[in-house]
């Protein structure tokens, strides 16, 4: 984020707000109350007792607070700071702004009563909430490396919300889930999952031919776009091989919609693409060029001199075939099932 921020201001004029933390009225319009008491609780363990109570332990095991998702101080008032941003920004855009951003959110595997994968808060489900208190159907958008399985848990069978995933194999990758098949009662929650190794042509070409005729038939009024940028070739945690001209032709077809649009970050663990693809993305949706080299100084003490990649060692169209596959299956099976707008 540090990065982020520091190249975006060297290149454009930054509407930076600060955010009160979201109200725990907001958290339970898509969390249990058991789960927000919980987190409540674990946020306090480690300062008030060495050694944990077995209380405290149930209620770790029981709300997946652990592994990847530890009880640390403050968690419950830290966590409530990144949801704070996206709210903020939803009610921007719910009040009439074409595009607002919260970078710092794009914690898409907390579920309503379950912490999962580094994330304790759903940003994004709230996000939606607030969105349809003006619009009568709203869509997120998720282009992270992982499937986005907490959003769409939680929004799974309400046909005023459509989630739409493209990600990497739950067969090869965490969470293991985003199949074809996972549609909901409604229809309205689209998965395009990628074999590993698949090339950022492949990526672009599958999102184009799903992600725009789902959304035109769905016809949402406005959307939560959630950018990680882990799909990256150089991105430790995963397997496809995305550039970043490819993931950024993905924003701006988002873009291209012209739709009320609120914009969170994701995964991205490399800190030589996330800067550089978050500060593209940012740009192009504000309507901004984006250069093709960045300032001498960062460019220099990142190790990253352009914000686009030299091209891939993988074929182009690597992945294709399975990928062709899994569009036609979606085109055939699941698009019919999209309620029209």
């Known amino acids: 984020m540090r990065r982020t921020l520091s190249l975006l201001n060297r290149l454009t004029e930054v509407d930076l707000r600060i955010s009160d933390r979201v109200s725990e009225e907001d958290l339970l319009r898509v969390h249990s109350e058991e789960y927000v008491e919980a987190v409540k609780r674990l946020s306090q363990v480690e300062e008030t007792a060495p050694r ?7 209620l770790a095991s029981e709300f997946g ?34 595009i607002a951003f919260g970078l710092g959110g794009g914690l898409h595997h907390a579920r309503r009563n379950r912490a ?22 709203v869509a997120y958008v998720d282009i992270d490396l992982h499937h986005g399985d907490g959003v769409q848990s939680i929004w799974l069978d309400d046909p005023s919300v459509l989630t739409y995933s493209i990600h990497e194999s739950g067969k090869t990758l965490y969470p293991g889930t985003g199949f074809i098949h996972e549609t909901g009662s409604a229809g309205t929650s689209i998965n395009v999952p990628l074999p590993a190794k698949t090339t950022g042509e492949v990526f672009l070409d599958a999102f184009r031919r799903t992600a725009l005729p ?37 924003v701006a077809e988002v873009n291209q919609l012209g739709l009320p649009t609120v914009v969170t970050g994701g995964g991205g663990y490399h800190l030589g ?26 460019a220099h003490a990142w190790g990253t001199p352009t914000f686009m990649d030299q091209e891939s ?29």
């Open 52 to 58: 944990w109570t077995r209380r405290a332990e149930d």
């Open 65 to 98: 607070l652990y592994g990847d998702n530890p009880p640390f101080p403050d968690m419950f008032d830290v966590s409530r700071g990144y949801v704070g941003v996206v709210a903020d920004a939803s009610r921007t855009v719910r009040d009439g702004a074409r």
């Open 116 to 137: 999962s994968g580094f994330c304790i808060f759903s940003d994004g489900s709230l996000a939606l909430a607030i969105l349809r208190e003006r619009f009568s159907r």
């Open 214 to 250: 789902i959304l035109d038939r769905y016809r949402p009024e406005a959307i939560v776009l959630q950018m990680g940028t882990d799909a990256h070739a150089m991105d430790p945690l995963g397997h496809l091989r995305v550039l970043a001209q490819d993931w950024l032709a993905a």
């Open 273 to 298: 693409t996330v800067p550089r693809m978050w500060t593209a993305a940012v740009l192009t949706l504000a309507g901004i060029e984006v250069p093709n080299e960045i300032p001498d100084d960062l």
């Open 313 to 341: 060692s993988l074929p182009p169209t690597f992945g294709s075939e399975e990928v062709d596959d899994v569009v036609g299956e979606i085109i055939r099976d699941v698009l019919p099932q999209v309620p029209k707008g």
